[in-house]
């Protein structure tokens, strides 16, 4: 009796376990699968037509301006990653070791906060802070300076990348310093390591998986984001998500977005498998 | 030994009452059906602004209908919707006319009765039978309104008489401080006007495209940014933005009106006209409720509330709506111009030969002009 009760029972846990297996498979597998075949498909007619033909591909490829977009959007969204994993650390240090527990539930409390909000609505409240009649230019206008123009540049595409990430990184980042063994910095301290040794040479490899991933995790967000390139960069230089957009708007091309959207899921697989290998690693005289 | 059960917590569903919950929903749904049903719902499909409330719901509450709106940016986009739809799926359809054309070709859009409208009211000649809305005698769409891009300008930056000419954008003071509404076809379209192809602004050969292409990169280094509705918008209102490419009084006149030291002129090169008409989807079941609320907005009280369109303004298109629009809203009908006898009333700008109906390209393709149009903003 009990082993039939035991096969029910995981039948109706199956039940409930199955949702989001067909999810993944409906929702995800699925449709990937589709934009591959579909990036060899052809449009007449504002229709597609289903083909096997290297023609996206090969137009793609060989247009400058794919390029630029690709090498432009690689290059602000590593530089996104870079500033949000240099502002973030030593708020996130602070908050591992020097802040009280409570203070530091409180501050991630605090980081959560602008996730309440829709990330469109943050971005374009930057108009008010960032243009040049708002509220930066005012201020630095009292000092004699300005006024300086933030808007519909790569500093204007950052700003909005940092809107979206900067919060999740530290978040990452205190979470995983928070949890090293304060014995062995301790050690490294008594044993008359200096701090910016101690930094270097413990805290950062100790927690080097947490800053991993969390520098995976600004890449691909910022690589993928369309918002604060269009909205606040201006679509000055075109990233890979407003090409996306361009290709379908006119002639609607998806098998030519489609090339695009796999480039990009391509470069951010290279990417995340490498960071997580280089995560993983062990170093020198580990087990 | 303590073994955790399905049932041991209150908060935990257990097979019985989640059959009780399905079946309930289940059970009760065909009743919200019906409560739902005593609505005509008609699905439309258009540009921002023509479902809502300030269009519709006057007429919704009176005719008992409920329109369901799908909005899209751009007749390409609206023809691959309608593409990707089983027939039947849109009984009203909003279309820029210069893809009325292929609606029809394509056999998405039924054909119309022409005694059922206006069109012995109209305020142009052309109006009555708008290129590509007749085919073999026969009619397909009806016109509703339309708006002209030209030269779109901060007032306290350039000047009447300098945007009395595409020039302008060119202005030193200018760099950086000039946007694009992000669409290719108006943008490159002006920039056909300025090197001076005139009505064969969209008729261009190999060497003409060549040299609208060497003009429009020409004006890269002015270009601060390529923006969308909300961000033109946005980059007029708060000064970033000092002059605009692409647009018309349907972005500035909103913010005129809102107070904002901004205007659109048709300069000397001419201008562009946006036209929209109705259709109805082929297949349609609510066919006669649809004809109904095209003849609603070909009425003066209709034509009025186009015009007053919070989303965009337009012009009216019949002489009874354009008469309606001077009683009701005399400021709105001086601030668009809508006056007999006005320098840039847009009949007028017409019949000068000023204006060019929007097309699509007819010697390259839209591709053609949306690669090139990439390769401008990446450059």
Redesign the interface.
């Known amino acids: 009796m009990s082993e039939k009760y035991e096969i029910r ?1 995981n039948i ?1 846990a199956l039940t409930w376990r199955l949702p989001i297996i067909f999810w993944q498979l409906i929702f995800f597998v699925g449709p990937v699968l589709f934009m591959v075949a579909m990036s060899f498909f052809l449009v007449k ?3 597609m037509n289903e083909a096997f033909e290297f023609v996206n591909w090969s137009r793609m490829m060989t ?3 794919f390029w ?2 690709y090498w ?1 959007t690689l290059g602000i969204a590593t530089l996104s990653t870079f500033c949000a994993m240099c502002v973030a650390f030593p708020a996130a240090f602070a908050l591992a070791f020097r802040a009280a527990e409570s203070t530091r539930r409180w501050a991630i409390f605090l980081l959560i906060i602008p996730f309440f909000t829709s990330y469109l609505v943050r971005t ?1 409240s930057w ?1 008010v802070i960032l ?4 509220v930066v230019n005012a201020v630095l206008g009292y000092v004699g300076l300005g006024p300086f ?1 933030m ?2 540049t790569d500093f204007g595409t950052l700003v909005g990348y940092m809107t979206l990430t900067l919060p999740l990184v530290v978040i990452l980042q205190t979470v995983t310093m928070a949890n090293i063994d304060k014995s062995l910095i301790e050690a490294a301290r008594n044993l008359g390591c200096s701090p910016l040794r101690t930094i270097w040479q413990v805290i950062i490899p100790l927690s080097k998986t947490g800053l991993i991933i969390a520098a995976i995790f600004c890449f691909i967000l910022s690589f993928g984001d369309f918002v604060a390139p ?2 606040l ?6 990233t890979l998500p407003i ?1 996306i957009l ?8 998806w098998p030519r977005a489609a090339v695009v959207a796999i480039m990009m899921m391509v470069t951010l697989f290279v990417i995340a498998f490498t960071g997580i290998a280089l995560a993983y690693r062990k170093g020198k005289g580990s087990k | 030994m303590y073994r955790p059960t ?1 049932t041991s917590s209150i908060l935990t569903l257990n ?1 019985r009452q989640v059959l009780k919950a399905g079946g309930a929903a289940v059970l009760t749904t065909p009743f919200v059906s019906r409560a739902w049903a005593a609505t005509t719902e008609i699905n439309m499909l258009a540009w921002y602004g023509h479902g809502e409330p300030d269009i519709v719901a006057e007429y919704e509450a009176a005719n008992n209908v409920k329109f369901v709106p799908k909005y899209y ?2 007749g ?2 609206m ?2 919707l309608i ?2 739809s089983p027939p039947g799926t849109y009984d009203l359809i909003l279309s820029d006319a210069e893809f009325v054309q ?1 609606l029809n070709a ?1 056999g998405y859009i039924e054909e119309m009765n022409p005694d059922d409208y206006p069109l012995d009211d109209m305020l142009h000649e052309d109006f009555s039978q708008f290129p590509g809305h007749w085919a073999d005698g026969k009619m397909y769409s009806m016109i509703l309104r339309g708006g002209h891009l030209g030269v779109s300008y901060n007032k306290n930056s350039v000047t009447a008489k300098e945007a009395e000419s595409y020039s302008c954008f060119w202005k030193p003071e200018l760099k ?1 401080k000039v ?1 694009h509404f ?3 076809l108006p943008n490159l379209g002006q920039m056909s006007l300025y090197d001076g192809n005139g009505a064969s602004l969209w008729n261009l050969n190999d060497t003409q495209w060549s040299k609208v292409q060497e003009t429009t990169m020409s004006l890269r280094p002015q ?6 509705y ?2 033109t918008f ?2 007029l209102k ?3 933005m000092q002059a605009m490419v692409g647009i018309g009084d349907w972005i500035t006149g909103v913010l005129e009106k809102d107070g904002a030291p901004v205007a659109s002129v048709i300069p000397k090169e001419g201008g562009i006209q946006f036209t929209e008409s109705y259709s109805i989807g082929k297949g349609s079941e609510k066919a006669e409720e649809a004809k109904k609320f095209i003849q609603y907005m070909m009425s003066p009280a209709g034509q009025v509330k186009s015009a007053q369109m919070l989303a965009y303004p337009g012009f009216c298109v019949t002489k009874a709506g354009r008469a309606a629009l001077i009683e009701a809203d005399l400021e709105e009908a001086k601030r668009s111009h809508q006056i007999d006898g006005d320098a840039q009333d847009p009949i007028t700008l017409i019949k000068e030969g000023r204006i060019h109906y929007r097309d699509i390209p007819q010697q390259q ?3 053609d ?3 090139f ?3 401008y ?2 450059a």
Do not use: C, M, V
């Open positions: 029972l109706y007619n504002y229709r247009r400058g301006f630029d977009s432009y374009f108009f243009s040049e009649s708002g123009k808007l519909n269009f909205y960069g201006g679509s000055q230089e075109p090409l361009d290709t379908t708007k006119s002639g609607q091309q | 399905l097979r940016a751009g390409d986009n023809l691959a593409a990707q292929q394509a950086g946007g992000d669409w290719h270009i601060g940014g390529f923006f969308d909300g961000g946005n980059g708060n000064g970033e393709t839209l591709e002009w949306n690669d149009w990439s390769e903003k990446s």
